[in-house]
């Protein structure tokens, strides 16, 4: 593969990744929004399933920001 080649690919991945964590925030906004709403008390249940999102919103967070470096270099080749 070319370094071009890569870098569009590393590129694409990172859109993809962005469409993701954009939906996880839009997904975690409405759930909170609608428990506020219904004036519900989390649950056990609840609160594992918004710290896994929450984790999961990190993790793209920090892959986003790994790639974006990554493609800097690659463009600029300096570190």
Same mark, same amino acid.
């Given at each position: @593969?070319? !370094?071009l080649t890569k870098?569009?690919?590393?590129?694409?991945? $990172?859109? @993809?990744?962005?469409?993701?964590?954009?939906?996880?925030?839009?997904?975690?906004?409405?759930?909170?929004?609608?428990r506020e709403e219904?004036?519900? /008390?989390?649950?056990?249940?609840?609160? /594992?399933? $918004?710290?896994? $999102? !929450?984790?999961?919103?990190? !993790?793209?967070?920090?892959?986003?920001?790994?790639?974006? *470096?990554?493609?800097?270099?690659? *463009?600029?080749?300096? *570190?």
């Amino acid at each position: @593969m070319t !370094n071009l080649t890569k870098i569009l690919q590393k590129q694409k991945t $990172l859109e @993809m990744e962005i469409k993701k964590y954009r939906r996880l925030l839009e997904q975690r906004f409405e759930l909170l929004q609608l428990r506020e709403e219904l004036q519900i /008390k989390p649950d056990a249940e609840d609160i /594992k399933f $918004l710290k896994s $999102l !929450n984790e999961s919103i990190a !993790n793209i967070e920090q892959r986003i920001t790994a790639t974006k *470096r990554t493609l800097s270099i690659r *463009r600029t080749g300096k *570190r």
